[in-house]
């Protein structure tokens, strides 16, 4: 089973950036699709962005030119830059793979945007 782990996440003020961080315990052929998701308090869970092993990425319209979708296959490990963030990004970010494996979730990490 791929265990993850989500890190970098923190308060920023609107207009900021942050970039996620996500390391997985399997190789990138394991893991294939991978996808960052995001839930707000009150709200469904949503996926925000994905990446195949070979690199064609896939974004949320409502992050699309804001996000940026990467990984580092050597070091088992999936990023998320984050640009102009606003208010409406705050949530909890989970790495997962795509499908999810929905019985096996991180921690995430915690995204507040608020000035």
């Known amino acids: 089973q791929v265990q993850f782990a989500e890190s970098g996440g923190g308060l920023v003020q609107p207009g900021g950036s942050l970039t996620l961080s996500c390391t997985t315990s399997?190789?990138?052929?394991?893991?294939?699709?991978m996808a960052w998701y995001r839930q707000a308090p009150g709200r469904e869970r949503e996926r925000v962005a994905f990446?195949?092993?070979?690199?064609?990425?896939s974004y949320a319209p409502s992050v699309k030119e804001r996000f940026t979708i990467s990984r580092d296959n050597g070091k088992k490990t999936v990023y998320l830059r984050m640009n102009d963030l606003r208010p409406e990004d705050t949530a909890v970010y989970f790495c997962?793979?795509?499908?999810?494996?929905?019985?096996?979730w991180g921690q995430g990490t915690q995204v507040t945007v608020s000035s």
């Open positions: 997962n793979t795509m499908p999810p494996d929905i019985q096996n």
């Open positions: 399997e190789s990138a052929a394991r893991t294939g699709l």
């Open positions: 990446m195949g092993a070979a690199g064609h990425t």
